[in-house]
């Protein structure tokens, strides 16, 4: 059966050799350069028919200057598959300075403080389900999905300026702008953060908002097409919970396009998850709904669902294999692959 031969391709990748968690860092003085990222291969078969190549991979570099105990001065390029996906030069590329009592500045091509403050779902696999997820590349769903539950008004298609306030008695909080793109005219987003700790139980809240004038063929989601509009108004909201082992999560966000020309992007998204740790052990179950089109009367909208469970076996500090099963856009699919991260 082509689902044992997964897990038999699993289990040969797992065997690759132990080793510890490194990452490359090099320190001269007040200067420091740090490169981490991930490489993921793996296999899914949509329908339990066809086995397809899934791959996923991410490098990060930053290197930052100490001016004194209070003040950081750096910069961030990074490059992913999502983005490769896009067309784009980078996933991220920023300058930033960085108070460890006032907060932190950050000017470039980057994610607004609304998602940066925002919190996604519990999964232990190999998808990418918090980012683009990679079965939506492999499984094309009927209609237009918003398969993303953070807020996010594009990360590198517009010049933005963040700032974000030093985490204060477990409350943090930040605004964005963002112009000087053919995508829109300009962009505000505003995201607060509040964590606490009782016990052995952790909690964060988060909210998020956006508002973005006239957007035209803006596209920033898997499957929804890119939207043309007087305004686009979105708002987040997330919850996380952590008891030793367990995390429990559940996220939303609604998108609201005003006068939109052409097949409806805007409607809402809802998930749900829990995960558990278990030494080497992990296993998470998610699920997600995303509704699109739902505000435009004249139009039918379009509703689908996503549900994954998945296990994670960690052979290492680097090396880690995942498996996932699930159904998503009416089509069950299981998938397995190998990570290797530093």
């Not at 066809?50 to 791959?55: D, Q, V």
């Not at 700032?163 to 409350?171: D, H, S, Y």
């Not at 300009?186 to 607060?192: H, I, K, L, N, S």
């Not at 052979?315 to 009416?330: A, L, M, P």
């Amino acid at each position: 059966m082509n689902f044992i031969k997964l897990f038999t391709v699993t289990a040969l990748l797992m065997s690759i050799g132990h080793s510890s968690a490194y990452a490359l860092q090099y320190d001269m003085g007040k200067f420091s350069l740090k490169l981490t990222g991930y490489g993921t291969g793996g296999i899914i078969e949509p329908d339990f028919e066809s086995t397809l190549f899934i791959g996923d991979w991410r490098v990060r570099g930053q290197v930052t200057y100490a001016a004194n105990e209070n003040y950081k001065f750096g910069a961030v390029y990074a490059m992913d598959q999502a983005a490769v996906d896009k067309g784009n030069f980078s996933r991220e590329v920023f300058a930033y300075l960085e108070s460890a009592h006032h907060g932190r500045l950050e000017v470039g091509f980057t994610d607004s403080i609304a998602r940066k403050l925002g919190v996604g779902l519990p999964d232990v696999g190999g998808l990418r389900i918090n980012d683009r997820p990679l079965f939506n590349e492999k499984i094309v769903p009927d209609g237009p999905v918003i398969a993303d539950t953070t807020l996010t008004s594009g990360r590198n298609n517009a010049l933005r300026l963040n700032v974000v306030t030093a985490p204060e008695n477990g409350l943090q909080y930040g605004v964005s702008v963002a112009g000087i793109t053919d995508d829109f005219d300009w962009a505000v987003d505003a995201g607060v953060k509040f964590k606490q700790s009782v016990g052995k139980i952790k909690t964060a809240y988060t909210a998020g908002v956006s508002f973005m004038d006239n957007p035209h063929d803006f596209d920033n989601e898997v499957y929804t097409p890119g939207v043309t509009a007087d305004w686009r108004a979105q708002m987040s909201v997330g919850f996380n919970m952590q008891y030793n082992s367990w995390i429990w999560g559940t996220t939303g966000r609604i998108i609201y396009d005003m006068d939109p020309i052409g097949t409806p992007s805007d409607g809402f998204v809802v998930g749900t998850g829990v995960s558990y740790d278990l030494l080497r052990y992990s296993v998470s179950l998610t699920y997600m709904f995303s509704d699109t089109g739902v505000w435009q009367r004249d139009v039918d909208d379009f509703a689908d669902h996503m549900a994954i469970a998945s296990f994670r076996y960690k052979y290492s500090e680097v090396v880690d294999g995942w498996i996932s099963g699930g159904v998503t856009s009416e089509t069950p699919f299981v998938s397995a692959g190998l990570r290797i991260s530093f």
